[in-house]
């Protein structure tokens, strides 16, 4: 029970931040952050890549590329420097970066 219950923190803390990302991004179903593959769509889709981006995901060795492009693009989408979607793969700094991304708005 409690190994769910701490598997759903963890799914929560990385699911929020794209929730947050997709409705500052007025995506119209930011609620599929929260639905597990669903959530890739959204992520590619946010990033402005085409729907197939979605399935390297699940292509070994693809994936690792498709989740840097992705993240870069969804930086750009929240007008952050799409470099900082390679901090992605630094474990824990990856959640700063991505509620960095949802929460932070630069100065103009």
């Known amino acids: 029970m409690a190994s769910l219950l701490s ?3 963890v799914y929560l803390v990385y699911a929020v ?18 639905v597990p ?3 890739l769509w959204l ?21 690792i590329v498709a ?3 992705v993240w870069m693009g969804i930086m750009e989408a929240t007008n952050k420097s799409p470099l ?4 992605m793969f630094v474990p824990l700094l990856n ?5 960095y991304a949802a929460i932070y708005e630069p100065q103009e």
Do not use: Q, S, T
């Open 43 to 63: 992520m590619v889709d946010i990033a402005g890549k085409e729907w197939w981006w979605m399935l390297l995901f699940f292509v070994p060795f693809a994936n």
């Open 84 to 87: 900082l979607g390679l901090l």
């Open 7 to 9: 598997d759903l923190v």
């Open 67 to 69: 989740y840097a492009v």
């Open 95 to 99: 959640i700063a970066v991505a509620f």
């Open 17 to 34: 931040p794209v929730f947050i990302i997709a409705r500052k991004c007025e995506h119209p179903y930011a609620w599929l952050a929260f």
């Open 37 to 39: 593959i669903a959530n």
